[in-house]
Each structure stands twice: as C-alpha cells, then as structure tokens.
C-alpha cells in the first residue's frame, strides 16, 4: 500500500523560510515522478514543483527562484524549500507520487504566512 507522509508545514512569517518533506512508502520510490501541488482555500489545486525520476525538474511561474524541489532516492524521500514565502503561498500543500496511471496522494500538509 502506497503511503506519502508530508511533514514540515507551519506558521511562518511574510519572508520566511520552510522545508517541507514528503516520506514515500509502498513503491519503488526511484521511478516515480514526485510532485508538490498546493490547494488555497476556494481555489483549484495547482502543480507547485516536481521531479521526474531522471531528475527533470519543473516550476510553478510564481515560485521560481524561491522554492526548490529535491529528492533522496536512499531516503525515498522528497523535499520543497520554500524561501521568500508571501501570503499568496498559503495552502495546504500536498505531495505526489506519479508512474503512468498510478497517482498517489499524502494527507496534505497546512503552511500559513502571516505576521
């Protein structure tokens, strides 16, 4: 049974920092593609980053140069630095694993960015 446990959200302050992580179980982490998708309350949810298992890497257009997706594949674990965070980055921020039809989903993890 695949498990994805997001980890790392919070409250943090407008120009703060947060490292999210996601720990993957169930599959053979190294040939899926993982993603960071957020969803802000009334709105659609939305591809934030993600990583394919060759380590191609795509970029939402409003957090490039602020947040960086990473993965360890000896960890079967991906991360999202987020740097520079602003009001508009808050959402429950949900990671995914991908191969072909096979999509799953974690539970979501809430960043709030408020003073």
């Known amino acids: 049974q695949v498990q994805l446990v997001e980890s790392g959200g919070g409250l943090v302050q407008p120009g703060g920092s947060l490292r999210l992580s996601c720990a993957a179980s169930?599959?053979?982490?190294?040939?899926?593609?993982m993603g960071w998708y957020r969803q802000a309350p009334g709105k659609q949810r939305e591809l934030v980053a993600a990583i394919t298992s060759g380590g191609r890497i795509d970029y939402a257009d409003s957090v490039k140069g602020r947040f960086t997706i990473s993965r360890d594949n000896t960890k079967s674990t991906v991360y999202l630095q987020m740097n520079s965070l602003n009001a508009e980055d808050t959402a429950v921020y949900y990671c995914?694993?991908?191969?072909?039809?096979?999509?799953?989903w974690g539970q979501g993890t809430q960043v709030t960015v408020s003073s």
């Open positions: 169930g599959i053979i982490f190294s040939i899926y593609a």
């Open positions: 995914n694993a991908a191969l072909g039809r096979r999509v799953s």
